[in-house]
């Protein structure tokens, strides 16, 4: 074994004195120089190339590291797109060229207000149903039109008095509205920012629950029917949201209205546990509403009660409840903005 790699070392110097020998010679006969130069290019040349494809192999599998640097500017204006200042919402400094543009693209943490440095100035609030459209109707005849709009008022007055907005509602009496007219609404308003109120009701389960939807596909066999549900009227057919949710991917970001619904539930179910320690959270969870489909800003459907509980629908009638929920709603937008100047505890 010994002797094996004793033979194997000798052969290596072997070939290093014979190189060195040959390289002399070619410089002696006069070739050496130029021959010599060419040699050393066309080794370089290959090792290049080999390194290179080495680099297209690795990205072409997903996994490469970028080993630049960017200069220290640049680095500062993408900590300021990514770390928001609490008293200024989503907005930011903005992007000013490609290059940051890419950077904060990538993370999906950061919203299109953030990216853009855009600030959240037209807020619409939708109050489900109305008009010939009742909505759901609990066992006592309290219907879900009435109670979404009075909870959509008492929020459109606390988001003005915390803050610097313009609010709109889709509806302010017991008009029919169509969900097309809805969206065509938000649009011409140009709202930044959309929440449709509504009121569930789960007839094979007398509990009481909340939930909050953004546009998306589902799956979920109940979150279709209610989907459909919500989507009477419409003029759009399910065949249609595969086209929808391909445009909406490359209109908006989803992520933005997933986080503003994240917002919207924890802040309701917090604060109305506070009252009823047995409310049900439901989550977040994607649908295809026509209602949201249309907006291309962050959008969600909040079910923030459930009619079909009997002790429930007696709590909706009471004005101290209803406000609660405005309020709940409040913080859940504020909360979305990173305002962080207002506090609520639910009050009877």
């Not at 609990?138 to 879900?144: P, Q, R, S």
Request: glycine letters at 6%; one cysteine or more.
């Amino acid at each position: 074994m010994i002797s094996f790699f004793l033979r194997k070392k000798e052969l290596k110097m072997r070939r290093v004195i014979l190189q060195s020998v040959y390289e002399d010679n070619l410089v002696i006969l006069g070739r050496g120089r130029n021959l010599l130069a060419k040699r050393r290019l066309f080794l370089w040349k290959k090792q290049l190339l080999a390194v290179l494809l080495c680099v297209i192999a690795v990205m072409a599998n997903g996994r490469h590291v970028d080993i630049s640097f960017p200069p220290k500017e640049l680095t500062a204006q993408i900590n300021m797109v990514n770390m928001p200042s609490p008293l200024q919402g989503p907005s930011a400094e903005g992007v000013s060229n490609p290059a940051e543009l890419s950077a904060v693209a990538g993370s999906s943490a950061v919203s299109l207000s953030r990216m853009f440095g855009l600030k959240i100035r037209t807020i619409m609030i939708d109050a489900g149903h109305g008009g010939s459209d009742s909505g759901t109707v609990g066992k006592m005849g309290t219907k879900e039109k009435d109670v979404t709009l009075d909870i959509a008022k008492r929020l459109r007055q606390h988001l003005m008095a915390k803050g610097n907005y313009r609010i709109l509602m889709t509806r302010e009496d017991d008009s029919a509205v169509p969900l097309n007219k809805r969206v065509e609404l938000a649009k011409a308003a140009k709202a930044d920012l959309f929440i449709s109120v509504h009121i569930n009701y789960l007839p094979q389960k007398p509990i009481n629950i909340i939930e909050t939807y953004y546009f998306g596909p589902s799956t979920d066999a109940n979150i279709l029917r209610l989907a459909e549900q919500e989507n009477a009227g419409s003029e759009h057919g399910l065949s249609d949201f595969k086209v929808i949710v391909e445009k909406l991917g490359k209109t908006m970001k989803l992520q933005e209205s997933r986080e503003f619904a994240e917002s919207i539930q924890s802040n309701m179910v917090r604060n109305s546990r506070k009252q009823n320690s047995s409310i049900q959270d439901f989550g977040v969870k994607r649908a295809p509403f026509v209602v949201l489909l249309g907006v291309e800003v962050p959008s969600v459907l909040a079910e923030v009660s459930c009619m079909s509980n009997r002790e429930e629908e007696k709590e909706l009638q009471q004005e101290g409840h209803r406000e609660n929920i405005a309020r709940s709603l409040a913080l859940g937008i504020f909360d979305y903005l990173n305002k962080g100047d207002l506090t609520h505890e639910a009050k009877r």
